[in-house]
């Protein structure tokens, strides 16, 4: 069964820095990319970045560009969003999600619980 | 970006109701749409792929259709669990899009 378990949010003042971490499990990590997304309170989704399967390849949306980086570890299946300058309005739940592709992220499927991430002072 | 407009944003309806929702792209994105779902305090739950491929283990009351910038998900008959709240994507281009989402109550 895969699984994916994120972890890493709490509260941070506006200017900080997280660092959120996901584990999977259950599937050959390697060979799928891997996928943020956010969603701030009664909010939509927001799709924030994504990461190849060998990791030689990253994506973000242009409100993060900068100012976060993903990043994993094959060899401990884990991917890692470092977020920098944290503002207000990146308050919300960041999902991790497998993707179905190895290098270009497509759909996402399944997610983690989510990780709550608030910014405030 | 590509803009993905779902409407209606809310709908009430009763069990054993066909229900659809409707994505409009503001470009051409082929067929590279998604439909997921999601409940209260959960995670979503990819149900669609592709715009009309239903995803492993998803009942068969759940469909959608589509191509171009016009695309349409349907509940044929609506059952007690499947209120909730709706989103499509796309993923033609990046960066990835989502629609603000539908919310399905009960009448």
């Known amino acids: 069964e895969v699984q994916l378990e994120e972890s890493g949010g709490g509260v941070v003042q506006p200017g900080g820095s997280l660092r959120l971490s996901c584990a999977a499990s259950?599937?050959?990590?390697?060979?799928?990319?891997m996928t943020w997304v956010r969603q701030a309170p009664g909010k939509g989704l927001e799709w924030v970045s994504s990461i190849s399967g060998s990791d030689d390849i990253t994506y973000y949306a242009d409100s993060v560009k900068g100012r976060f980086t993903i990043s994993r570890d094959n060899s401990k299946n884990m991917v890692y969003l470092q977020m920098n300058s944290l503002r207000a309005e990146d308050t919300a739940t960041y999902y991790c999600?497998?993707?179905?592709?190895?290098?270009?992220?497509?759909?996402?499927?399944?997610w983690g619980q989510g990780t709550q991430v608030t910014v405030s002072s | 970006d590509i803009q993905m407009t779902q409407s209606p944003s809310s709908l009430s309806a009763s069990v054993g109701d066909r229900v659809t929702i409707t994505c409009q792209a503001s470009?051409?994105?082929?067929?590279?749409l998604n439909w997921y779902q999601q409940k209260p305090g959960k995670a979503p739950k990819l149900l669609i792929y592709d715009a009309s491929n239903l995803e492993t283990g998803v009942p068969s009351r759940f469909s959608g259709s589509g191509s171009g910038t016009d695309f349409t998900f349907t509940i044929s008959s609506l059952q007690p669990e499947d209120f909730a709240t709706y989103y499509c994507q796309q993923y033609d281009i990046l960066p990835i899009t989502f629609g603000q989402g539908t919310r399905l109550e009960i009448k």
């Open positions: 470009q051409d994105i082929s067929n590279y």
């Open positions: 259950g599937f050959t990590f390697a060979s799928f990319a």
């Open positions: 999600a497998k993707d179905t592709n190895v290098i270009v992220p497509n759909w996402f499927d399944p």
